[in-house]
């Protein structure tokens, strides 16, 4: 296989270009038997930025492969998805404006590339006004959103929101903020019955809602010395209120991936798209703790939300969030200056404290010599008609030892721990290993030599179970001034 690459810097920007090319006889995904001839495969990926004025830009990105198997046989990428997308975006103080298109090439062996939606045009525009009068600030936003599919659903959806904020410090040094927000939203979609989860589908034809919130925010920082540092104690609060709001009457296209988490946790809307709106009243609380001293960083944060009503709520069982009562969620960091760091983000179950998600990574040492290990336990049990995310445990391991000025000794391993309590029908025994790599490399300023080993523990065609030993060589920094 052959890779180029070229990139070049402008007076407006930069970009690169990159190539991969080869020739070999591939084997089917759903077959067992190598094609008669060889095939041409390859992959491209280019991107850039244009800083076309002070105020606007135009920033492209283009992934394709030849097929499905081909980065991963050749141990480029393990991405499920290459998004390709063009935007021009104009930003000054007070506005923005963006006007971008997104197409997916699916990676995934079972899924239909004609349900792979193409979203073209988007645009969105805001603008950000004083408010004359209580001193606050108002935004407005226009957005809009096409969505074609050649074998699926189609979507079209344009908004319209104002929402005002006020924020003001108390003599006690509490920090509130008011928040009002109002969206009209008109739909359209057609062939619905080809979305095959119900609850996404909506109604076909027009559709119409209307959205309103109040929210009240409330941080209280205490401030203060400790073991030679300085640390941050705040409570916070919140209580948001929406009315009942027509949401299955709606497509959704772009919050369907909802999971309670430190992130979200005091988000207006925990939907991550624009097509769901939690209704009802809720009342949040949690702890942000913070520390910093010389070399040292240290973050957490933990909290939990309590619906105010008994209605049925939208969210999925296995969420965090489907309950009266939420799971608890929390997040820790540390840091030594640049040497050592630690992530740590979990959701407990709301009455028996059993471990929802567990996910942390952990980084020791600089960019030449370093390792890492990250590690996910997801026990969410969401039920298989609307989330494809079932139960997992993983473990990954990386690293890389530095000698000899240029040399240079790096590994990388990752293990399914899933059992069959866990997933029954995946069929794991609790350790199986599923990609492990070993390889040395020479790297200068001109010269680029590395030989590795990896072996595989999963076949997906072309892709194949066993050991493969790649050679890579490149010419480094050739070009002309």
């Known amino acids: 296989m052959a890779q180029v690459q070229y990139r070049a810097l402008t007076d407006k920007g930069a970009y690169q270009i990159t190539g991969y090319a080869t020739a070999s006889r591939r084997i089917p995904i759903f077959g067992f038997e190598p094609t008669a001839k060889s095939d041409f495969r390859g992959y491209l990926f280019a991107n850039g930025r244009l800083q076309l004025d002070e105020q606007w830009s135009a920033t492209a990105s283009i992934r394709r492969a030849s097929d499905r198997t081909f980065l991963r046989r050749y141990d480029i990428s393990r991405d499920d998805r290459l998004r390709s997308m063009v935007e021009v975006e104009r930003i000054d103080q007070d506005s923005y404006f963006s006007i971008s298109g997104w197409a997916t090439q699916t990676m995934r062996v079972a899924a239909d590339q004609g349900q792979i939606p193409v979203a073209l045009p988007i645009l969105d525009y805001r603008r950000r006004f004083d408010d004359p009068i209580l001193g606050g600030k108002f935004e407005a936003q226009v ?35 008011l928040t009002g927000l109002v969206r009209a939203d008109v739909y359209h979609s057609d062939e619905n019955e080809l979305t095959s989860t119900l609850i996404y589908r909506g109604n076909p ?19 203060g010395s400790f073991a030679g540092g300085t640390q941050v104690l705040t409570p916070r609060v919140q209580l948001v209120a929406s009315p009942d709001i027509k949401n299955l009457a709606i497509p959704n296209e772009d919050a369907r991936a909802i999971d309670l988490e430190d992130s979200n946790l005091f988000a207006l809307n925990r939907f991550p798209g624009y097509d769901r709106i939690e ?43 489907s309950n009266k009562t939420s799971d608890i969620v929390g997040r820790f960091e540390v840091r030594y200056r640049d040497l050592v760091q630690f992530t740590q983000r979990f959701r407990l179950d ?8 567990n996910e942390f990574d952990a980084t020791i040492g600089n960019t030449s010599t370093y390792a890492e290990i990250g590690y996910v336990k997801l026990n969410r049990d ?75 523990y999963t076949a997906v065609g072309d892709t194949r179970r066993g050991n493969s030993f790649q050679v890579r060589f490149a010419l480094r920094n050739l070009g002309f001034r």
């Open 382 to 456: 969401i039920p298989d008609t609307i989330e494809d995310l079932q139960d997992r445990e993983e473990a990954r391991f990386a690293g890389r030892i530095a000698f000899a000025r240029y040399w240079s000794l790096f590994g990388s391993a990752v293990v399914n721990l899933t059992d069959r309590r866990e997933d029954p029908v995946f069929g794991s025994d609790g350790f199986q290993p599923l990609r492990t790599r070993l390889g040395v490399a020479y790297e200068d300023d001109c010269l680029e030599v590395a030989f590795t080993w990896r072996r595989d």
């Open 279 to 321: 209704d009802g009243v809720r009342f949040t609380y949690g702890l942000d703790w913070s520390f910093e001293k010389p070399r040292w960083n240290m973050r957490a944060t933990i909290g939990q939300s309590i619906r105010m009503t008994d209605d049925p709520t939208l969210l999925p069982d296995g969420t965090g969030l």
């Open 143 to 177: 957005n809009t959103l096409a969505i074609e599919r050649s074998s699926g659903q189609d979507t079209q959806r344009a908004f319209a929101r104002g929402q005002w904020t006020l924020r003001k410090l108390t003599g006690m040094g509490q920090e509130v903020t």
């Open 350 to 357: 709301k009455d028996s404290l059993a471990v929802r998600r």
């Open 205 to 223: 034809g027009w559709e119409t809602r209307g959205v309103a919130t109040a929210a009240l925010d409330v941080k209280w920082p205490f401030v």
